[in-house]
Each structure stands twice: as C-alpha cells, then as structure tokens.
C-alpha cells in the first residue's frame, strides 16, 4: 500500500540543519500493525508524520498505491488525511463538550452524510468499540480508556484504510492497555496500522513488525 525509498527529513534551525529522517526505505501493507519504536527524540513521530502527509519530507519517495506523493499540494495533503488516515493520539483529541456520540458522528457529518445517516453509522461503530451504552455521555464524563475507544470510534467512522497511533496507551494503566490494544488488533485485519511506541518489548506483543 505504501513504500517509502530513501526518505530524507531535515529541520533549519537558526542556520543549523539537524536531520530528523535520514535515507528511511521500507514497505507497508493492509492487514498488519507495524510498530515504529526509539527513544525519544529519535524520529518515531516525524516518520509516522511524513507516511500520513501531516507533515512534508525533503528528499527520496513515498508511494501511495503505486503512485508518487512528492508532488502533493498542500489540498492533496488535506484529502489524503481525511480520506486515507484515521489518527489516534496519546492525548486523545476528543471534544469534551461533545458526547460520545457526536464525537464520532462528525466526520461523517463533514462527508456530507445526512444526519440521520451519521447517527445510525455512529451507533453501529460505539457499539463495536464496546461504548454502547455511553454514546450520551460527554467526553468530561469519560475515563481515559473509553475516550481511546470513542477517538478509534471517530477514527473508524472516516472509513480510513490506514489507523495511525501515536503512543495510543501511554496515558492508560495495564489493563486498559491490553483492552485499547486487542481492539487496534481487531481493526487491523481490515486496515494498515502503524503505531509509534517507546516500548519496543510492549511492541513485542501484538505487532507484525
């Protein structure tokens, strides 16, 4: 689905250039997690950053399906993340006055689906990521796993082909780890998912790669 050749990433700084992706080559494909793993500081982020267009590289190729992306507009960027990528975030990215419910019925709403649509689309998705019953429930109301889930909820409901996770658990204890990450399993036999971790031994545990 994706292959990255000879990706190159660098930042200017007051005259000074640091490099913050250098010569990366690899190939991605649907229906498997692949974890990207470092230290902080060494490029996990801004690799994941440049695979799902929030962010340009400077030199090599990434390939969307075959095709060239180093021509995108900054509109092709726009599309391809609305279109393509669903995103999940350490820090979640819900909106607390919102419910559960009209979190996850927003991008369907800015597809331009009917809001009847949306609703019964909505429901369908809280219901798979284990949140019946909490769909009334504003984002203030909700603990941290059950903002996980709304947010894949949300993330689903674009009909994306690729989940992209950055540190999707580290603000959740054990055990509601283990429930965020069964379910990220589960959606990946229909989507490409990368996860940006700083774990490599949790990685160990569910990744393909």
């Avoid at 913050?20 to 470092?38: D, F, M, P, W, Y």
């Avoid at 819900?94 to 559960?100: E, Q, R, W």
Wanted: with cysteine.
């Amino acid at each position: 689905m994706i292959k990255l050749k000879n990706v190159n990433k660098f930042y200017n700084n007051n005259g000074i250039t640091n490099i913050g992706l250098h010569n990366i080559s690899l190939s991605l494909s649907k229906n498997e997690i692949v974890a990207i793993t470092g230290e902080s500081g060494s490029g996990k982020s801004t690799l994941l950053n440049v695979i799902t267009k929030i962010d340009n590289f400077d030199e090599g190729e990434i390939y969307y399906k075959g095709n060239e992306t180093a021509y995108f507009s900054i509109a092709d960027m726009d599309d391809f993340r609305k279109n393509k990528v669903g995103f999940i975030f350490q820090n979640y990215n819900i909106l607390d006055s919102y419910t559960v419910l009209d979190n996850v019925m927003l991008p369907l709403l800015l597809k331009g689906m009917s809001k009847a649509e949306a609703r019964a689309q909505a429901m369908l998705l809280i219901q798979k990521v284990g949140l019946a019953g909490r769909e009334k429930h504003r984002g203030t109301k909700l603990s941290g796993g059950e903002k996980q889930r709304c947010v894949i909820a949300r993330a689903l409901a674009s009909d994306c082909e690729i989940l992209a996770c950055d540190e999707p658990t580290g603000n959740l204890d054990s055990n509601t780890t283990k429930q965020i990450i069964d379910l990220i399993k589960e959606i990946s036999k229909e989507k490409l998912v990368i996860v940006v971790s700083h774990n490599l031994y949790d990685a160990y545990e569910y990744a393909d790669r």
